[in-house]
């Protein structure tokens, strides 16, 4: 394989979650054929996607064998700052403060209204945010993934009405998802899991008003002062969300496998 193959299988590996295969292939890429900018930028990349502080250093390490060798590549200089933006400055204060070095040099490299400009803008305005600007972009991850948990149940519930999955190709992630989810969701004993997946919307409501409903009573009969033992009424269905979160995992990992298959064939 050249150095473009092996960057091809990164990207596709990287894009779907595949991130300790991304770097297992970048490392041999570069084995195999020696020392590569991008191959380097994708092993950086990979750890870095892991948000832990022993793969940040490790992301370290691949970009600076990286730019010891091509001091100007943008797409290494621009993973290594929005690393170093990353980075606790009490914790680590060479690596932040790195990041004023590497903002220099790429402004020198990349024009304004470059790809590479605008990656540099908008790392600096994530590392700039203040403490209500985290929240609200922590309460917008909270809602895209609330999103996207209800169009995989949508999904599913499609899925569930049909009899069983459409035909779909084995790297399609999200046919792979529903695919999953009706596996773990089978048998006799999940079938009120089943029901409250086709009925999601109904099934939030009529909790709710259960939950209401029972803390109420339990308070009016004077049985207690103040109740929370309503909102139990809530486990099935985060049972039935559980179930959907696991078969999407499941569904990453079997994409991964097939990308694999196909990249040892």
């Avoid at 695919?179 to 409250?196: H, N, Q, Y």
């Avoid at 029972?214 to 049985?223: C, H």
């Amino acid at each position: 394989m050249t150095h473009d193959e092996f960057a091809d299988r990164c990207e596709d590996l990287f894009a779907v979650g595949g991130f300790t295969q991304v770097r297992k292939l970048s490392e041999a890429g570069l084995e195999e054929l020696g020392p590569d900018p991008v191959l380097y930028r994708w092993l950086g990349l990979a750890h870095a996607a892991e948000d832990e502080d022993d793969h940040d250093a490790e992301a370290e390490k691949a970009y600076k064998a990286g730019l010891a060798q091509w001091p100007d590549d943008l797409g290494l200089l621009v993973s290594y700052l929005e690393l170093c933006l990353r980075a606790d400055s009490w914790t680590y204060p060479g690596r932040s403060g790195r990041a004023v070095v590497l903002k220099e040099r790429i402004a020198v490299l990349a024009p304004a209204g470059s790809p590479e400009a605008a990656r540099v803008e908008a790392a600096l305005g994530h590392a700039g945010r203040g403490y209500w600007q985290d929240l609200r972009e922590r309460t917008a991850v909270v809602r895209a993934e609330r999103a996207a948990l209800a169009s995989h149940s949508a999904d599913v519930a499609e899925a569930l009405e049909r009899g069983g999955p459409a035909p779909a190709h084995p790297e399609d992630l999200r046919a792979a998802e529903v695919t999953a989810a009706l596996e773990l969701l089978a048998g006799p004993w999940r079938a009120p899991l089943r029901f409250m997946i086709r009925h999601r919307a109904a099934a939030y409501v009529v909790t709710f008003v259960l939950a209401l409903a029972t803390n109420k009573a339990l308070v009016l009969s004077g049985t207690l002062s103040y109740s929370l033992w309503g909102w139990l009424w809530y486990a099935p269905l985060l049972l039935a969300d559980g179930k959907l979160k696991s078969a999407r995992r499941l569904a990453r990992q079997r994409v991964i496998a097939a990308m694999e298959a196909r990249h040892r064939v």
